[in-house]
C-alpha cells in the first residue's frame, strides 16, 4: 500500500515536470513573436523595389503605423496583394489566388515574414543597404531541405513606378 501512495506521488510529480517543460517550451518558441513591435528605428521599405535579376518582379511596401501592405507582381500577374499588421499576428490571405497564412514583424533591422502554403512554411528576410536603395531578400525554406537563396532589389523612383 505504502508503495503504490509512493508511485502515484512520482507519477504526479513526473506529468506536472512534462506540463511545465511543455508550457516553457512552447512559450520560449513563439516569445519573438509575441514580443515584436515596431519601434522608430525600423527601417521603412516603403515603395517599390525591382528584382536585379528578373526585373518582371516587383515587391511593393507601404508601411503605416504597425500595418504593412505587401503587393508583388510577376510582370503583370498578380502574385500577392495583402496587408498585415506588423506584431507578428498571423493574417489569412491570398497568394496566387491560393489560401495563405503570414506573419510579419521586424526583428532589429530586418523585415521578416513567416508564409504557411499548406504544410509548406518559407520564411524571407528583408534588409535595406544603408543608402536604402537596394534591399536584400532571404528566402529560408523552413519545412523542407531546400535551399535558402538571396534576391537583390533596387527601389524605384516614384515615377519611374506609375511608368512600369
Known amino acids: 500500500m505504502d508503495m503504490r501512495l ?3 506521488r512520482c507519477a504526479h510529480i513526473n506529468n506536472a515536470h512534462n506540463t511545465t517543460l511543455v508550457v516553457l517550451t512552447v512559450a520560449f518558441l513563439f516569445a519573438p513573436v509575441c514580443f ?12 517599390t523595389w525591382l528584382d536585379n535579376s528578373n526585373s518582371a518582379i516587383k515587391i511593393a511596401f507601404q508601411e503605416k503605423g504597425d ?3 505587401v503587393h508583388q507582381t510577376d510582370g503583370d500577374k498578380v502574385i500577392a496583394d495583402y496587408s498585415c499588421n506588423l506584431n507578428g499576428t498571423q493574417c489569412n490571405v491570398k497568394e496566387d489566388g491560393r489560401p495563405m497564412k503570414v506573419m510579419i514583424y521586424y526583428n532589429g533591422s530586418k523585415l ?4 504557411e ?32 537563396t538571396t534576391h537583390t532589389f533596387q527601389k524605384q ?8
Open 112 to 115: 521578416v515574414e513567416i508564409a
Open 6 to 8: 509512493r508511485l502515484n
Open 117 to 148: 502554403r499548406g504544410s509548406d512554411v518559407e520564411k524571407r528576410r528583408f534588409s535595406l543597404s544603408s543608402d536604402g536603395n537596394t534591399m536584400q531578400m532571404e528566402v529560408i525554406p523552413m519545412s523542407s531541405s531546400g535551399k535558402s
Open 67 to 69: 500595418n504593412i501592405k
Open 157 to 164: 523612383e516614384p515615377q519611374e513606378a506609375k511608368n512600369t
Open 36 to 47: 515584436a513591435q515596431t519601434s522608430s528605428s525600423d527601417p521603412d521599405l516603403s515603395g
